[in-house]
């Protein structure tokens, strides 16, 4: 009972493995729809060396500085617009429409747009990796002030809080673990969105890579890409689980 | 949305009823977009009045692009996007409830789910095109990828919460564990499956439109492709238009659903 | 004074023709059925909510808004979560302008009374309830309110914490004998805790009648001996049956 968890997890994951090798050793699915494991390690054996002119580590580079400046952007304008629009009805009453016009388009849309728009240089991108976060930061610091408990409101007043103590040491520490949750969920979007835009167009990134891979009929070189944005993915997740840990001490963490 | 509670200020126009004041929001942004078009004389390639948008959309209708006018477009982008989604919904659902019923089966599966989780959806639309062709079935496979996750993890959640006293007085009355499963867990898990739909649909949409756009102009239908057409040739009015309509049918489809999860949860 | 409420579709008067008064460092008991409105006459006394007609006053000062000279113990302790005890105790104090010796010198004073020492840097999660309920106190005492309200407040703990908590807080209110206002559904505890008691009818919750527990007790009040003892005592039990009395009538059969 007490390794189940592990002896089952473990066997699946060796039989993926196991069936992708024979697969491909074998010579039953064509090199260039899957390739080996083998082709795959190769190909990151090169790509860290540099393939097409470029490292994997700028392509890191091309993808971060987009993906850091647009969700920088979205978190400064999101976060306290959602608290504001939660916080003060006139405020919510301007932008709440603004927000049901905008929110149904997924992100992937404003694609195209925003190379009509900006080029298909890196405002463009920008500008895509920005609509697609600000909308979870927004919300969730909406939702996060919306659900203050009423008690903890009541109780501050009876304290002598104003109106703006309510705001700043009741409301806003109270929609904490909401709003760096949304933070968290809004990286997320972003990254997915950035790989989005570099699959369409672009000349660096890891979506760029596995467009090329694509094109070259180079399928190891599309999984390396898929691997990296994953591995990526992943740690951002847990940097960003780590921070709420630290953030929010007064929080059960599991 | 909804009034806040602890509001000490509350203009006269607050009292409007809600849909009332919304419409006059919504109608105000577009009246502030079109104004800007107006005042400072934006070219239409780049930022078209709302009015040349709708007669664009207008002129779809009868006037084809590609393959075909804008229901034909509407048509297989719905297509496509129900295929993937009921295929996710399918496989997702059953699989949930079982992982979340049998543990052997969440053992089994649960590393899988790990390993592909932080795979971003669109990003499978390169392998996807190369395994199925730029056609029907890749993009059915990348809906597919984005709607299963959160469906699946919303059964399995949905199973696993299930007050385990329900349970057990399930049993004291003498049920088997596939009654159980059928006549008790089912149905108090049904509101989270429901709410899995809807997070599904949600993800599958905006990868539908992701598939699209990276699918290119290989594939002579669907909205994405009125998107792209309308960037490649400058035509900001083509883009805007297909965007518009993406939404529009994206907030259909999730209307659609929120009325079966009012429907389920009644008795909550 | 008179309340009436706006919940649901149909307005609904909560309370009615309540009129009372509370001396100075009194313990006065309001005990009631369910939903007779003494929640909101406290709430009223509070100054969470406005009377729809009447006044309140505190001393001469007619009671608008919430503040620290009427703080309020909730039910369910309304603790911030991301404050530990010191910082929830101290909270009140610099929302004040209570500079920071002073506040050092109340917060060293308060938490050996209520019996917390060694959980200052705990957060309220890591607190049982009745230790989360002695901080809630202690968060109220520590502005030195001219009345301190408490709703219901031992109602979310067991009844053995119950007992304990409602010695403790006869300890604690002795020490200053600030005035105070209690409501409660137990008889038990307001016959063992008041000096007097104003019993309501159900809703529109109205005054049945006034029972002077000083009467009963004389001088000596009996809150000050353990709760089993007076148990035993003829004089307390008959007084309990007489309220009992006075309230089985009013009790809705749902």
Known sequence: MRYEKLILGGLSLIVMLAAWWVVTARGIVSEFLLPSPSAVFEALMRLSGGYMGSSLLTHLKASMSVVLSGYGAAVLIGVPLGILMAWARPVDIIFGPLVSILRPIPPPAWIPLAILWFGIDLTGKTFVVFVSAITPCLISAYVGIKNVPPDLISAARTLGASNVALLFQVAIPSALPQIVSGMRIALGSAWATIVAAELVVATSGFGFLIMSGYRNFEANIMAVGMIAIAIIGFAMNALFLEIEKYAIPWRDHE | ?268 | MVFAGNRGAEPTVAVDKFSFEVKESEFLVIVGPSGCGKSTVLSMTGGLTTPTAGQIYLGAELIRRPGPDKAIVFQNFSLFPWKTVTENIEFGLCLNGVDKAERQRRIGYYIPLIGLQGFENHYPKQLSGGMQQRVAIARSLVLRPRVLLLDEPFAALDAQNRTVMQEELVRVWSEHKPTVVFVTHSVEEAVFLADRIVVMTRRPGRIKEVVNVRETTGEQHWRAIPLDQVMRRNDFQDLRGRIWGLLRNEIVVA
């Not at chain 2, 034909?72 to 009921?86: E, K, P, T």
């Not at chain 2, 899995?196 to 756009?213: D, F, T």
């Not at chain 2, 238009?241 to 079966?260: C, K, Q, S, T």
């Open chain 2, 1 to 268: 949305m909804s009034e806040s509670g602890f509001d000490p200020k509350r203009p006269v126009f607050s009292r409007l009823p809600q849909p009332l004041l919304t419409g006059l929001g919504v109608g105000g942004w577009v009246l502030l977009w079109w104004a800007i078009v107006i005042v400072f004389d934006v070219s239409p390639d780049f930022l078209p009045t709302p009015w040349q948008v709708a007669e664009k959309l207008i002129s779809l209708t009868t006037h084809p692009i590609g393959e075909g006018s804008l229901w034909v477009h509407a048509g297989w982008s719905s297509l496509r996007f129900l295929s993937g989604f009921l295929l996710a919904a399918a496989i997702g659902i059953p699989l949930g409830l079982l992982m979340g019923y049998i543990r052997p089966v969440r053992h089994l599966f649960n590393p899988l789910f790990e390993l592909f989780r932080y795979i971003p959806p669109i990003a499978w639309a390169p392998f996807s095109i190369l395994w199925f062709g730029a056609s029907f079935g890749s993009q059915t496979f990348v809906i597919f990828t984005a709607a299963l996750p959160p469906m699946l993890m919303s059964a399995y959640l949905g199973i696993r919460l299930v007050d385990p006293g329900l349970i057990n007085a399930a049993r004291t009355l003498g049920a088997g564990s596939t009654t159980i499963l059928f006549k008790v867990g089912l149905p108090a898990a049904l509101p989270q499956v429901v709410a899995g739909l809807r997070m599904g649909l949600a993800n599958g949409w905006l990868a539908l439109v992701g598939a699209e756009i990276i699918a290119g102009p290989g594939v002579l239908t669907g909205l994405g492709y009125l998107i792209l057409v309308g960037q490649q040739n400058l035509q900001a009015t083509l883009t805007i238009g297909a965007m518009v309509l993406i939404g529009i049918i994206g907030a259909l489809f999730d209307y659609g659903i929120r009325r079966v999860e009012d429907k389920v949860a009644r008795w909550k």
